[in-house]
């Protein structure tokens, strides 16, 4: 787990899950098996989503372009911004 951003707005940690050291079993494809994703936290709303798989990928591709133009943190929580319709789970905290 690694804090990518923290603005006044959104938070984002990266969970990365190291690639499975095991053979695979039957019916699986070989090769290492990654898994991961990204969680977003709506510091105002109080509310988080975790992005994983096909999203998590496009997510990343967005940001990395995004990063390419030296963006000001305006913009970054305004492309961040764009996922907080798909934000359901309230942050809690135990």
């Given at each position: 787990m690694q804090m990518l951003y923290n603005s006044d707005n959104f938070a984002v940690v990266v969970f990365e899950v190291p690639a499975r050291e095991q053979a695979p079993q039957a019916g699986e494809a070989s090769g290492a098996l990654t898994r991961g994703g990204y969680e977003i936290v709506d510091k105002f709303s109080r509310k988080e989503i975790?992005?994983?798989?096909?999203?998590?990928?496009?997510?990343?591709?967005?940001?990395?372009?995004?990063?390419?133009?030296?963006?000001?943190?305006?913009?970054?929580?305004?492309?961040?911004?764009?996922?907080?319709?798909?934000?359901h789970q309230p942050v809690v905290l135990h």
């Open positions: 975790y992005l994983e798989g096909a999203m998590a990928e496009s997510f990343k591709a967005g940001v990395e372009a995004l990063i390419q133009t030296s963006p000001s943190v305006e913009e970054i929580d305004a492309y961040i911004e764009r996922f907080t319709s798909l934000m």
